[in-house]
């Protein structure tokens, strides 16, 4: 007898799992989602952003009248991106590490430094945002704010330029900035569905039972000479047919 190895699985094989299965596939995504969302609340180490903002303006050197021009603000946005660069650099994190004695009290060297640090040009304008993360909302905002101010300091050593202000310093955070707990939340009940989803694909093709007359024909080559109908008597219950000689 040669057997059919390719076997399909259909979207109503699925579905039907899917009903018989119902209150345990809903469990498992309840018991993924909660321990997401306690795992956020409770487990992990709560996060806190400050940020302070700078922005690029023209070189006051240079500066004969207080007109700017569009290329001006051009010039501004592109440097933007230098001085991002220039601010993860260890030519500010030294002294930043140092004035506040960051590496003694934190352990917190360059490298920690670049990860904690984030700068970002707010909606592609001369507006540069300091956002420093931490667990401590005091010294993310301590930070932020030493940030803004050594880079404003070395600039002009650095570029020959004076052309950046601190427009707002950054103020201590009052709730944390993560983790989120809806996102996590989210996440575990993704996960739980793939779960739920592997746990179908195992059924069915450890299911070895053949059901339809079109799952039959899938697995052998042999033609389907007739088939015997179920009836259901007057009591609901199935009726045997049975062949006369």
Do not use: R
């Not at 001006?72 to 030519?91: G, H, N, P, W």
């Not at 950046?164 to 996102?183: C, D, E, F, Q, Y």
């Not at 080559?221 to 009591?235: E, H, K, T, V």
Request: aromatic share 8%; proline share 2%.
């Amino acid at each position: 007898m040669s057997h059919n190895d390719d076997y399909e699985i259909s979207l109503v094989q699925i579905w039907e799992v899917i009903k018989k299965n119902f209150v345990i596939f809903l469990a498992i995504l309840i018991v993924f989602g909660t321990i997401a969302f306690a795992g956020s609340k409770f487990l992990m180490e709560k996060k806190y952003s400050a940020t302070a903002t700078l922005i690029i303006v023209k070189d006051n050197d240079n500066a004969v009248s207080q007109t700017f021009t569009y290329s001006d603000v051009q010039l501004s946005q592109k440097l933007v991106s230098t001085y991002s660069q220039i601010m993860l650099s260890e030519a500010i994190s030294d002294t930043v590490i140092a004035n506040l004695d960051l590496g003694n009290k934190y352990g917190i060297d360059s490298g920690i430094y670049k990860k904690i640090v984030d700068i970002t040009n707010a909606n592609n304008t001369e507006i540069m945002e300091v956002s420093v993360t931490t667990n401590d909302p005091h010294l993310s905002a301590d930070i932020a704010n030493e940030v803004v101010e050594v880079f404003q300091e070395k600039i002009y050593d650095i570029m020959n330029v004076d052309n950046v202000t601190i427009l707002n310093k950054a103020k201590v955070p009052t709730a944390p900035s993560g983790p989120n707990a809806k996102i996590n939340t989210a996440i575990g009940v993704l996960v739980g569905m793939v779960v739920c989803f592997a746990i179908i694909i195992i059924k069915l093709l450890t299911d070895t039972k053949v059901k339809t007359e079109e799952e039959l024909k899938a697995i052998f080559d042999y033609p389907i000479i007739g088939l015997i109908p179920d009836f259901l008597n007057s009591n609901g219950g199935k009726k045997k047919v049975y062949g006369s000689k």
